[in-house]
């Protein structure tokens, strides 16, 4: 059983920079891939980036790439999103989870918890 909780959402202008974290419960975090998704009203949720868990290979979608850096920091149970160059479209509920997978999926279906989401939002 893993939980999840982000943090570190907020509203930023066009440009800027702004650090997700993901802090996690249970002894296992270490063996979960872990993912970020967002999801903009009215539309789906969408995968972003990921981070396997024994290589701590990363994936990332085509929008985000170059802009947007996930790590993970086993000894805290935490994984962090780093996102510079904010854009407009960048606004979201941005969600983590966990994938008990060696090579982390980009689809949500193969996601097993989830945490409750922070808010991002970004002006022009």
């Known amino acids: 059983q893993v939980q999840l909780v982000e943090s570190g959402g907020g509203l930023v202008q066009a440009g800027g920079s702004l650090r997700l974290s993901c802090a996690a419960s249970g002894r296992t975090f270490s063996k979960y891939s872990m993912g970020w998704f967002r999801q903009a009203p009215g539309k789906e949720r969408d995968f972003v980036a990921a981070?396997?868990?024994?290589?701590?290979?990363?994936y990332y979608a085509d929008s985000v790439k170059g802009r947007f850096t996930i790590s993970r920091d086993n000894a805290k149970n935490t994984v962090y999103l780093q996102m510079n160059s904010l854009k407009p479209e960048d606004t979201a509920v941005y969600y983590c989870a966990a994938d008990g997978s060696v090579v982390p999926h980009t689809t949500r279906a193969h996601y097993d918890y989830w945490g409750q989401g922070t808010q991002v939002t970004v002006s022009s």
């Open positions: 981070i396997s868990w024994i290589s701590a290979r990363t």
